[in-house]
């Protein structure tokens, strides 16, 4: 789940690609990269490293990249190597034929191995690295060579119809093509946000895409609306964007975002994050509010944990007539647990992440609201803090219904045996976790919450937008290797 932007006709698109990154860092923490393109002399500039936006992307290197085009790319690693500090799996990512491509892209493409064996044998393709962009980014450039001789339009938009035609998956993409302008498309389900937004100012008009409208306002723009599902957008600096629906699916939005990726301030589908997050903890609180009343719960403060549960925890408090009171204090120089590639480093990111306020909690019956509950790491270290510093009972509620299938679009939870309530049930959980209760939202809550947008519900259902016999493959394969990679070292 990456954060991705791409910026058109203004002489500063790598520094507002490079400001918009920095308002997307929570999607991605692993590296980051920017490449800058100067049309007129067809010069590009690339520079990717890891570490966060300050560290691997520093703003006086950014500052020497001309050019009136640029994408950039948060990256969050759904599987990583311990060790593995080389560049060559980071993006964007680059090809020099036709023009010179380069592109950025959010999502999964569960068949990546078989289109790249494709590549390779009857198109002579060679691929460096171990990422779906490379593979998305050679067909393209295929079916550019493919497609010479038609206008530049005409050209790209059946190059990329005939990427959609093979390549099933999560995909939200920007890209640059030398000497044209920016692009961008997503994939057919809509599974991965894109949104465009537009700024007219004394320079001229220019133009933003970005995985989250929050980058957008902060970067000046004016969001203008979401990318639909299975369109191609084309902009060339001082010309309005050309636009074609060029494949039309079952529309499937990832419910996740909402849930907990996207920033609190930024919207998607009509829907704000925040109001979302607020109508989750208002339906919570009607069950709780009932399960009060009967006598089964008994709490007397409601404590979010920081920050994608908060509204939710706000509106679960007034709708429950209970103290809100904001008790775990967040490190803000921890990364977020939930991304982090490996077990023993989402628990050590837990420990140091958030401190409880020992003097306001002893004797208190708390309510703990969080986002989900994935792998229990974070649930049974705060809950175990919460009680070391003084609480007298925790129960746990959770905004997300119960998580019991991977998925395979861009979020890290590819493997069913890692999630706690694929094994547990509400009851086995809250013993497994410490808690005197754990408290679900339904998905039926969800879908009227998210009332107009075809959710996908792969990860609470097991039924995903199209068949994942392929991606459950691949990612079997890709964590036996790098287990076997781990032993190793």
């Not at 997307?24 to 520079?47: C, K, N, P, V, Y």
Request: charged content about 25%; some cysteine; aromatic content about 6%.
């Amino acid at each position: 789940m990456c954060g991705i932007v791409g910026v058109v006709g203004t002489p500063h698109a790598s520094l507002e690609a490079l400001q918009a990154l920095m308002v997307l860092q929570h999607r991605g923490q692993d590296a980051a990269g920017i490449l800058s393109h100067e049309l007129s002399t067809h010069r590009f500039h690339l520079h990717k490293q890891h570490g966060l936006i300050t560290q691997a992307i520093p703003e006086q290197v950014v500052s020497r990249f001309q050019g009136e085009v640029a994408i950039g790319h948060n990256r969050y690693a759904t599987v990583a190597v311990k060790g593995d500090r080389s560049t060559r799996d980071l993006q964007p990512q680059f090809v020099n034929f036709p023009d010179g491509i380069g592109m950025a892209h959010n999502g999964n493409l569960p068949d990546a191995p078989r289109l790249k064996d494709e590549l390779g044998t009857n198109h002579r393709r060679v691929l460096l690295s171990e990422n779906d962009v490379e593979v998305l980014l050679n067909w393209v450039a295929l079916g550019l060579e493919q497609n010479d001789g038609a206008d530049s339009f005409t050209r790209l938009a059946r190059s990329v119809r005939q990427t959609m035609e093979k390549a099933d998956g999560g995909y939200a993409v920007v890209g640059i093509w030398g000497g044209q302008g920016l692009f961008a498309f997503r994939d057919p389900h809509g599974l991965r946000p894109l949104v465009l937004g537009r700024r007219i100012d004394g320079a001229g008009e220019s133009w933003m895409l970005a995985s989250e409208s929050s980058a957008l306002m902060f970067t000046g723009y004016t969001p203008v609306r979401d990318v639909a599902p299975g369109e191609l957008l084309f902009i060339r600096p001082g010309h309005a964007p050309q636009t074609v629906i060029l494949r039309e699916e079952k529309k499937a939005h990832c419910f996740f975002e909402w849930i907990y990726f996207s920033s609190a301030e930024s919207s998607m589908n009509g829907h704000g994050v925040h109001n979302v997050r607020l109508a989750l903890g208002e339906r919570l609180a009607r069950k709780t509010r009932k399960l009060k009343s009967e006598g089964m719960l008994d709490v007397d403060v409601v404590v979010p944990v920081p920050d994608t549960s908060r509204p939710a925890a706000i509106a679960m408090a007034e709708g429950m007539g209970l103290p809100y009171r904001e008790l775990l204090i967040k490190n803000r120089y921890i990364q977020r647990s939930f991304i982090l590639p490996s077990q023993a480093e989402r628990e050590i990111a837990v420990h140091q992440k958030l401190t409880p306020v020992r003097e306001a909690l002893v004797g208190k019956k708390v309510l703990l609201v969080d986002d989900s509950i994935v792998r229990g790491t974070t649930s049974r270290r705060l809950i175990s803090l919460l009680k070391e510093a003084g609480a007298k009972s925790v129960v746990l509620v959770s905004t997300c219904p119960p998580i019991t299938n991977p998925c395979y679009f861009g979020i890290d939870f590819p493997n069913k045996e890692e999630l706690v309530s694929a094994r547990l049930s509400p009851e086995a959980l809250a013993l497994e976790l410490g808690a005197e209760r754990v408290i679900f939202q339904t998905h039926e809550d969800l879908q009227e919450t998210l009332k107009g947008t075809p959710l996908c519900t792969g990860c609470l259902t097991g039924v995903y937008p199209h068949d994942i016999t392929a991606a459950a493959e691949r990612f079997r394969a890709r964590r036996d290797n790098a287990r076997s990679t781990h032993e190793n070292l």
